[in-house]
């Protein structure tokens, strides 16, 4: 179950400031959450402009493999989801190297009356499952006791009671909205508490909380580190997919890191996604950033300059961050991020070794990345089968010559279209550049 890495990808330089208008597909957070609670409602759902990309198609034959009915319409850009009467038991879940399948799908396979197996790309055998595994045996489910990681089987129950659950989420938010996702559907409802370091990315969690709530689901989160979800129905809705805004992240760099202009059309004016922390992030590194009903804009100067970050709430923009800094005028510092060596890849040590092969100087700390920056010169980039390690290979390639990537296609994971969107973006330049010197 593990792709294999196509050709290497020669980075095209930027021939010119970056000028354009880049309209990037739906949140990859938001379609997934979508279709679980979508697979969970009291009636037939539609989801519009839901991210068509490797983790929700993964998503989608989960869910089809739990009896979910699901049809898509690609010219009204519309699916239609049906959920079952119970789910089904008996298949096997492919989760790819997505989080947000192997944490929110299991939930969901706990209510199915018998065993599910799960399994995935072997890279993502290493990434963290026990917190969750623990929990749903908490919950009532059968989860072998030498589970912990993936590839495992569950077996499940329709009245799976659910209940007091403590867990330690501090390896990973999916872990809390995992839970929250399903536990309306659960028994006893469910009364979640974290007790750990501080748990990551409380936007993902915010998220989770508010398309809950959208849905008619009672959820107090008035304490810290305690969420409590009330047993009852999940209302099926008609919702609209918000693009994907940490997608969108290289293409706004790409503006900071050239001089250049890029606008990312309907960008909303209020969300949960923490990408939406790029209009900060991008004026700290000295751009110039603003949103009006065009969209997000930003606009880079002369000078990059260096930062001090806390990406705990956004720590999966950290690859293009990291590399943006690798261009700054001084020593950057990345914090709080140490759980993004559990995501696609150990990303503190792909960053380190990947900036530090094209000359740059990078050492990890326990919790984030220093950043000197130096002369960089081109040379192979690996991607380690991880969107965001691409994204950044790309956008140095822009300002430095000779990058080549050696797996362009793990983009797919989220966005299928990064290789052309990529390209058109710079050909715009070009064409912008040529109308202002005639
Ligand atoms: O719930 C979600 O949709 C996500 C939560 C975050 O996970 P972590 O809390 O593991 O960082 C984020 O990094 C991931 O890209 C998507
Ligand atoms: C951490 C990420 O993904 P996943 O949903 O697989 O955890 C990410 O997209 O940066």
């Given at each position: ?56 198609r993964l998503m989608r034959e989960a869910l089809r493999t739990l009896g979910v009915k699901i049809t898509e319409s690609a010219a009204e850009h519309a699916w239609r989801i049906e959920p079952p009467e ?280 326990d919790d984030g990345l220093t950043i000197h920056p130096r002369l960089l010169g081109g040379g192979l980039w690996h991607c380690y089968a991880d969107h965001r390690m691409a994204h950044a290979g790309a ?44």
């Open positions: 179950m593990t792709s294999t890495p196509t050709e290497t990808w020669p980075a095209p330089l930027a021939p010119a400031p970056i000028r354009a208008t880049v309209t990037v597909p739906g949140s990859k957070s938001e379609t997934n959450r979508a279709l679980i609670l979508a697979a969970l409602a009291d009636g037939p759902s539609t989801i519009r402009y839901g991210l068509d990309a490797r983790d929700t119970t789910f089904t038991a008996g298949g096997t879940i492919d989760c790819g190297l997505a989080g947000t399948v192997m944490r929110f799908v299991p939930p969901v396979a706990a209510l199915a009356a018998g065993e599910v197996a799960f399994d995935a790309d072997e890279q993502a055998y290493r990434r963290p499952m026990d917190v969750l595994l623990n929990a749903l045996r908490d919950c009532g489910a059968t989860v072998p006791d030498d589970a912990s990681t993936l590839p495992f089987r569950l077996a499940g129950r329709p009245d799976l009671p659910g209940g007091v659950i403590t867990i330690d989420a501090s390896t990973s938010s999916q872990f809390v909205s995992a839970l929250l996702l399903a536990g309306a559907r659960f028994a006893q409802g469910l009364d979640l508490r974290h007790d750990g370091k501080d748990v990551p990315s409380q936007p993902h969690i915010d998220m989770t909380v508010a398309m809950l709530r959208e849905r008619g689901v009672a959820v107090d989160d008035s304490e810290p580190a305690r969420w409590v979800v009330s047993p009852g129905p999940i209302a099926a809705v008609d919702v609209v997919i918000e693009p994907d805004l940490s997608n969108a992240a290289p293409f706004l760099a790409a503006a900071a890191i050239t001089g250049g202009t890029v606008t990312v059309p309907n960008w909303p004016e209020h969300t949960h996604q923490p990408g939406d922390q790029l209009r900060e992030i991008l004026a700290r590194f000295g751009a110039a950033v603003g949103r009006n009903d065009s969209g997000l804009t930003v606009i880079g100067t002369d000078q990059i300059h260096a930062v001090d970050l806390d990406l705990r709430e956004a720590s999966e923009l950290t690859p293009v961050i990291a590399a943006i800094a690798a261009l700054a005028d001084g020593t950057s510092h990345i914090r709080n991020v140490a759980h993004i060596r559990g995501h696609e890849t150990d990303r503190l040590a792909a960053l380190e070794a990947e900036l530090d092969a094209l000359g740059a100087h990078v050492t990890q700390t956008l140095l390639g822009l300002v430095v010559n000779d990058i080549e990537l050696d797996d362009i296609a793990c983009t797919g994971k989220t966005m299928p279209e990064f290789a052309e969107l990529w390209q058109s973006m710079i050909n715009s330049s070009v064409v912008d550049q040529e109308s202002t010197d005639a």
